[in-house]
């Protein structure tokens, strides 16, 4: 009787073990293909960068960004009292996006586009804090002035490349 046991318990660990790897697979090809189908169908904005750390030291080559209209989104997101939402930003003819203010649900103009962002304490994240880059390439990227965004219709963002000042990509872009 006792062995038995042991060997619906090994089973039932294997059977478990095999579930979590599929829900792990699945869940992490999902959120990949969401990213791509963002990458591959949105719309291409820029934000532009505040002054950040050129190179992080401690994680290698990697540039640590901040967007300038963070602070205008924190105190905008302060003021309603929200943590997450969506904002509205203006792009002008070159894709420049500009704050323009909470999203209320109210219809966009031709030039508008939503942006999903996220308060944590005082910061604000509006797309990936982080642009990760070949070994050796920082020089590349220190002239960074802009994100590239592609942006989908729900206001999810990916960055997938940094712009200089004359918003000329730098190195490659991640599509």
């Keep these: 009787m006792h062995n038995s046991f042991i060997h619906l318990s090994d089973r039932f660990r294997l059977i478990v073990l095999v579930l979590t790897t599929l829900v792990i697979l699945i869940v992490g090809n999902s959120q990949i293909a969401i990213k791509q189908a963002i990458i591959d169908e949105g ?63 109210q219809p966009l103009a031709e030039s508008q586009q939503l942006l999903r962002f996220r308060k944590r304490g005082d910061s604000v994240r509006l797309a990936s804090d982080a642009f990760f880059f070949e070994e050796g390439e920082w020089k590349t990227y220190s002239d960074a002035r802009y994100g590239e965004l592609r942006v989908n219709k729900n206001g999810d963002a990916v960055l997938i490349g940094l712009y200089d000042r004359e918003k000329r990509r730098l190195g490659k872009a991640l599509h």
């Design 43 to 105: 719309n291409t904005l820029l934000l532009r960068l505040a002054p950040k750390d050129p190179r992080s030291l401690l994680q290698g080559d990697y540039m640590a960004l901040r967007y300038a209209m963070a602070d205008q989104v924190a105190a905008a997101a302060m003021q309603a009292t929200i943590t997450d939402g969506l904002i509205i930003v203006s792009l002008d003819t070159t894709g420049e996006a500009s704050f323009v203010g909470l999203n209320e649900d």
